[in-house]
């Protein structure tokens, strides 16, 4: 079983930025695909950025040049720089990551961006 621990959400005001982070219990080798995902309130989870075991990322286009995957092999640990930060971003944001095909998924760290 694949444990992630998520930290580093919070309240900022709009403009502003955060930095989540995500350590997971196995190797970071071992993983396909690490990410972030959000959730707000009355909307579906939408994928926001992916990092593959190759550095390929993808990203969302609302967060395109705003927002950075990154990941830290010594540490097991992916991260999301997230920069000029809009109410539109509030959500709960969820770690995930896939290993031999298998999902895992944080349990959620809440983003509140005000105006």
């Known amino acids: 079983q694949v444990q992630l621990v998520e930290s580093g959400g919070g309240l900022v005001q709009a403009g502003g930025s955060l930095r989540l982070s995500c350590a997971a219990s196995?190797?970071?080798?071992?993983?396909?695909?690490m990410g972030w995902y959000r959730q707000a309130p009355g909307k579906q989870r939408e994928l926001v950025a992916t990092?593959?075991?190759?550095?390929?990322?993808n990203y969302a286009d609302s967060v395109k040049g705003r927002f950075t995957i990154s990941r830290d092999n010594a540490k097991d640990t992916v991260y999301l720089q997230m920069n000029s930060l809009e109410p539109e971003d509030t959500a709960v944001y969820y770690c995930?990551?896939?290993?031999?095909?298998?999902?895992?998924w944080g349990q959620g760290t809440q983003v509140t961006v005000s105006s």
């Open positions: 995930y990551v896939q290993v031999f095909s298998e999902d895992y």
């Open positions: 196995v190797s970071i080798f071992s993983i396909n695909v």
């Open positions: 990092i593959t075991r190759g550095y390929r990322r």
